[in-house]
């Protein structure tokens, strides 16, 4: 049976779209199907809920039809039966049970070295084995069955991924997951760990874009609306599923560690925490927000303070690792990055898939930018859009070495030692992704770009003025952006989306200090500090006749 979605296609029995037929041939169990929220034949009211469209799906977006409610006209007997099978079971039920009897999935995933990633390689590994490099120390890169997917044409993947924006069908309400076929085709839906993560703001930054840098058509992609406030929610819920799904299939897991400078170490914690499953976290000591600090505290994880740097936590976790039977959840892991891939996905999906002329990323371990790589082309090569994207890495002066390699024309790499910056997390000078980087830049005809410790915080502050709350990060972003519209490389008219990769609430303490024009060296040219008046009228009204321009209004 076939059951009608709102795109208008009909989603058959092994979830695939066809041309919808008249209204007049759309039938179901005891009459006429009519759209979700209309009426068949025998009166029943009839809904058409999905994970794969408003249809209700199963495993591989298999459709069956469902009633959610049952009309005044049907026995009250059938009413009150739906009404306690709908509350006896959870999202989780539901899916299972739409899941029984369900074709067997036909997308496939494996490991495969990252240099030999686009020929066939005779190494490969199945994502259920705990390895992070090649036999050679090679990274690694998860590879999909591309002819498998590709057996589904374009409009297919469109109308399927559309299909699911905005439902809570379980697991397809996440952004992540309603791409489950790209990102994790093989692992069920009962292993899945999601907060309904993704789904992230695409806004039009006008008055920033107009009065600021003469462009009209600049859009921030806001990853930080997530569940612990950075993009990487994206990728941790891939590899925390897939750390539950070893664990039910007793592999010697006993838990998920991390370095961090922030971020990854509060998703991992949160994503861990809601799965039951003990993290631990390697933090250099004195290097963080407090915000990012305690939300890995509040989770529950194990937190080692160490006396390092981001580059010295990563060689003990790696080495810990090594000896223990801790899954690495640090972006060497690839899994990471196939839920991060997902945003460059959701901002084609969010532009009716049509593509931007720039998307500018910030840069720190440099998986990210490969991320956004990956899911663009993904896209291309499967006939979704025609292009992607020129990609631009944005760098802290103080941790720059990709911006280095970029500017000697890829000829001289060398990892640095970081100093401190206040985009904290993107503090590293050797950092683990530089050949995924290199790779996604030399791809899309990218440019790396850098800012100084004032620019970064002056750009941040010049955006908030026009209404948003950016992090130190995005100001690296914003800063490049403006470097590269004044020097003409980024037209007035070119579609441009900044990636603000953390909410700027996890970095009040940066903020205060350059409100307060407490940061040495810095100007801190768009400060606002509060104004200290005494408590008196006159006073208030001479301040704000001066700081209003009203000074020919009445006393």
């Known amino acids: 049976m076939a059951a009608t979605c709102q795109t208008g296609m009909m989603i058959g029995a092994a979830g695939h779209a066809a041309a919808s037929p008249p209204p ?77 009897g369900a074709p067997p999935n036909t997308f496939s995933a494996k490991y495969v070295p ?35 997917l590709a057996k589904h044409d374009a409009k297919y993947w469109k109308n399927l991924f559309d299909s699911r924006v905005g439902k809570t069908s379980w697991p397809y309400g996440s952004g992540v997951w309603s791409k489950k076929e790209w990102v994790l085709p093989e692992i069920d839906n009962d292993d899945i760990v999601s907060l309904f993560e993704g789904n992230s703001n695409l806004f039009w930054a006008e008055r920033l874009g107009k009065e600021m840098l003469d462009m009209n058509d600049l859009w921030v992609k806001h990853c930080g609306i997530s569940h ?71 989770n529950g994880a194990l937190v080692l303070s160490l006396d390092t740097d981001f580059d010295g936590c990563m060689r003990l976790i790696r080495e810990v690792t090594a000896e223990l039977p801790i899954y690495l959840a640090n972006s060497l892991n690839s899994l990471r990055l196939e839920g991060q891939k997902t945003a460059a996905i959701e901002i084609l999906q969010q532009f009716d898939w049509e ?39 944005a760098q802290a002066a103080n941790a720059n070495p990709l911006y280095r390699f970029y500017k000697s024309g890829w000829e001289d790499y060398k990892a640095i030692k970081a100093n401190p910056t206040f985009a904290s997390a993107i503090q590293i000078g050797d950092p683990v992704s530089i050949d995924r980087a290199v790779y996604a830049m030399q791809q899309s005809n990218g440019i790396v770009e850098e800012a100084s410790e004032e620019e970064l915080m ?35 008219t070119d579609r441009t989306v900044v990636v603000s990769t953390a909410h700027g609430l996890k970095f009040t303490q940066s903020k205060i200090a350059y409100h307060s024009k407490e940061i040495p060296d810095l100007a801190c040219q768009f400060a606002n500090p509060p104004l200290q008046v005494p408590n008196d009228f006159g006073a208030v009204m001479d301040v704000l006749r001066k700081e209003l321009s009203l000074s020919g209004a009445p006393g």
Not at 117 to 145: A, M, N, P, W
Not at 467 to 472: A, K, L, Q, S
Not at 483 to 488: A, I
Request: positive net charge; glycine residues 10%.
């Open 24 to 100: 007049s041939q759309r039938r179901g169990a005891g009459g006429m199907f009519k759209l979700p929220g209309g009426r068949g034949r025998m009166g029943r009211r009839i809904s058409v809920r999905a994970a794969s469209g408003s249809a209700s799906s199963g495993e591989n977006g298999v459709s069956q039809v469902t009633l959610e409610s049952i009309s005044a006209e049907a026995p009250p007997g059938a009413r009150k039966e739906a009404v306690k099978k709908r509350s006896a079971e959870n999202i989780r039920d539901e899916a299972r049970r739409h899941g029984i």
């Open 228 to 298: 612990t406030g950075s993009f990487k929610d994206l990728g941790m819920t891939v590899l925390v599923s897939q750390v539950n799904r070893l664990r039910k299939m007793k592999k010697p897991v006993v838990g998920v560690g991390c370095a961090s400078t922030g971020d990854t170490s509060a998703a991992l914690s949160a994503y861990c925490a809601a799965a039951g499953i003990p993290a631990i976290v390697f933090l250099p000591a004195n290097r963080i927000s407090i915000a990012q600090l305690v939300q890995p505290i509040a």
């Open 458 to 492: 002056d750009a941040a502050a010049q955006a908030d003025l026009t209404g948003m709350f950016t992090c130190p990060h995005t100001g690296v972003a914003l800063s490049a952006l403006t470097k590269l519209r004044r020097s003409g490389v980024i037209g007035a």
């Open 355 to 393: 593509v931007p002329d720039w998307v500018i990323v910030p840069g720190g371990n440099l998986g990210n930018i490969y991320a956004f790589f990956k899911g663009f082309q993904m896209c291309k090569e499967l006939g979704l859009v025609d292009r992607i994207p020129r990609l631009v890495c």
């Open 114 to 148: 990252f240099s030999s990633r686009s020929s066939s390689s005779e190494e490969y590994y199945s994502l259920d084995e705990v390895i992070y490099r090649s036999k050679t120390g090679d990274l690694l890169d998860v590879q999909h069955d591309m002819e498998a």
